[in-house]
């Protein structure tokens, strides 16, 4: 089977960015969304999305160092940029955003789940799911932290399910970890590396499941550290930052990363474990603090701030 039609579900941080980069390498593309208020708060990340792209194309004009792999080729010609730029903008234009089942999965090649990171809501998806996907379509989950043998019973099809996780600014960070479970056939494993090659992505592959794939595995243990730093009054945001970029000469800190994950990702990480139920323990007050952020609308980078204020 040839992949041409992704349905993409959930528009948060990465569905939209998966969307985009999929649409931008010439795939059909559906956004599932679960109510009209998801559609409206998907649409202008899919917008800042399409502006970062073209912006990114025209700075790699003058400065090849400003290049994403994810975009554009090493060396491509200033013609050819421009014929790229010209892409993005129609890319954007034809991602279709629903909330009707079968509009969104009817004629799915390719289902990619990118709802909340909480296996309620995962399973809850999938057994509605079974109801509207052809026989043809593979589906695959772009968890952060869970394990695709978790859901694969619930989706009906746990032959053509695996894991296809992305990195956060996936046109710069062009990752895509694949991840089956025992009961994955090894064809759709190889057609999900396939399609990851054919978005611009570098596939990883993983030979077993590993809770936290390859790159959470590194990634979740440092940023709980710098949460419970903060958690525990140890030092503020803006300091443990400074001390992870001074002293190793990395970007960005732990907090500016946090915000680009979206600190509701964070806060259903540190929520599954069972210690965060204790407002005394360190999930509790981890917990607590991202709380108090989420409340306040400050969910990260796509809202206009989360631990920094983003213009």
Excluded at 178 to 188: C, I, L
Excluded at 254 to 279: C, E, H
Aim: aromatic share 8%.
């Amino acid at each position: 089977m040839t992949i041409k039609n992704v349905t993409v579900a959930g528009g948060g941080v990465l569905g939209s960015q998966i969307a985009l980069q999929s649409a931008y390498c010439g795939f059909n593309v559906t956004i599932w969304l679960r109510s009209e208020g998801s559609i409206e708060r998907c649409a202008p990340k899919l917008d800042r999305f399409a502006s970062i792209y073209a912006a990114t194309l025209e700075a790699t004009k003058d400065d090849p160092s400003k290049r994403a792999d994810g975009l554009s080729n090493e060396g491509a010609t200033i013609e050819e940029l421009d014929a790229l730029i010209a892409k993005v903008a129609p890319a954007r234009a034809s991602i279709k955003l629903t909330c009707d089942w079968d509009e969104a999965f009817a004629d799915a090649d390719l289902v990619i789940e990118a709802v909340a990171e909480d296996p309620a809501q995962k399973i809850d998806f999938y057994e509605k799911l079974q109801k509207h996907l052809p026989e043809k379509a593979i589906v695959v989950t772009n968890s952060s932290t869970l394990l695709p043998s978790q859901f694969a019973d619930h989706t009906g099809r746990p032959e053509k399910y695996l894991a296809l996780h992305f990195a956060n600014n996936i046109w710069v960070g062009n990752t895509a970890e694949v991840m089956g479970h025992s009961r994955t056939d090894q064809q759709y494993y190889d057609q999900i590396v396939k399609f990851a090659e054919d978005i611009r992505m570098v596939p990883l592959c993983l030979r077993k499941e590993q809770p936290g794939y390859i790159l959470n595995s590194m990634l979740v243990p440092f940023l709980s550290a710098a949460e419970a730093l903060y958690a525990n009054d140890v030092a503020d945001p803006e300091t443990i930052d400074k001390t992870w970029t001074l002293a190793t000469g990395a970007p960005n800190g732990p907090f500016r990363i946090l915000d680009v994950v979206g600190l509701v990702t964070a806060y259903n990480i540190v929520t599954m474990n069972p210690q965060a139920a204790d407002p005394e323990s360190t999930p509790g007050k981890i917990a607590a603090k991202l709380k108090e952020k989420i409340d306040a609308g400050k969910t990260g980078i796509n809202a206009g701030e989360g631990f920094y204020k983003y213009n």
